[in-house]
């Protein structure tokens, strides 16, 4: 009965019937931190629920929480990758976390041969949290996350910092920033900075939008960016 409760919580998180609710993600020093960004492939879910009702109980185990995720609705502002859904999940101990990578495959040996039937696109970066904190998105805000890859670590380092006191100067909220994120073998998915920022709007996020892509770019690898619903 258990699993079928954290299957229904989790098809109803996937498919993304809490639109409209504010999400709140409570983090403490010493959890782990998920985003998944994916892509599910059609006439997948049977292979879904063999997912769930394996992979996900063992994750449970470990510390894995799932918490309220986001759609992408619209197309990305930039860069070449449009995942439909992000996933959020949070672990209660970090290390705990790690270890999950690598033994989870010794209880569900077709771990990631499922993932690759049901997702065709599938990237995930976890973070260490290293200190109590409160995160939350209001949907009644504009909410954009943008994640930089640095090509040189000092130019991108000044970079980031303009590209931080221009988005304040604007009108952004930092809502979450992380950085020194970690991609496990085969899932790489490892920006040096990733940020939710909110906007009073999208016009307000388009006037930031115009500032900064007149900005120099040197020292940034690449870019990712697009509204969260």
């Known amino acids: 009965m258990r699993n079928y409760f954290l299957l229904t919580f989790l098809m109803l998180t996937i498919s993304e019937q809490v639109n409209g609710q504010t999400r709140t993600y409570e983090l403490k020093k010493?959890?782990?931190?998920?985003?998944?960004?994916?892509?599910?492939?059609?006439?997948?879910?049977?292979?879904?629920?063999?997912?769930?009702?394996?992979?996900?109980?063992?994750?449970?185990?470990?510390?894995?929480?799932?918490?309220?995720?986001?759609?992408v609705d619209q197309a990305p502002f930039q860069g070449n990758y449009w995942p439909k859904t992000i996933i959020v999940g949070k672990w209660g101990d970090y290390e705990k976390r790690v270890d999950f990578t690598t033994e989870i495959t010794n209880e569900v040996?077709?771990?990631?041969?499922?993932?690759?039937?049901?997702?065709?696109?599938?990237?995930?970066?976890?973070?260490?949290?290293?200190?109590?904190?409160?995160?939350?998105?209001?949907?009644e805000k504009f909410n954009v996350l943008t994640a930089y890859w640095a090509e040189n670590t000092d130019l991108f380092e000044k970079f980031n910092d303009q590209w931080i006191k221009v988005a304040k100067a604007s009108g952004g909220k930092m809502v979450l920033e992380l950085t020194d994120g970690t991609s496990p073998f085969g899932y790489?998915?490892?920006?040096?900075?990733?940020?939710?920022?909110?906007?009073?709007s999208q016009a307000a996020f388009e006037q930031f939008r115009i500032k900064n892509q007149s900005m120099s770019?040197?020292?940034v690898k690449h870019v990712n960016q697009f509204a969260l619903k």
């Open 188 to 200: 790489n998915y490892d920006p040096d900075y990733l940020t939710i920022t909110e906007w009073e």
């Open 109 to 139: 040996p077709d771990f990631h041969e499922m993932r690759r039937e049901i997702w065709s696109t599938f990237n995930l970066t976890y973070w260490k949290i290293k200190e109590d904190q409160t995160i939350s998105v209001n949907p």
């Open 217 to 219: 770019h040197v020292g």
């Open 30 to 71: 010493g959890d782990a931190f998920d985003l998944i960004m994916f892509n599910t492939v059609p006439e997948s879910g049977e292979i879904l629920k063999k997912y769930f009702g394996s992979a996900v109980s063992v994750a449970q185990t470990y510390g894995y929480v799932p918490q309220k995720g986001f759609q």
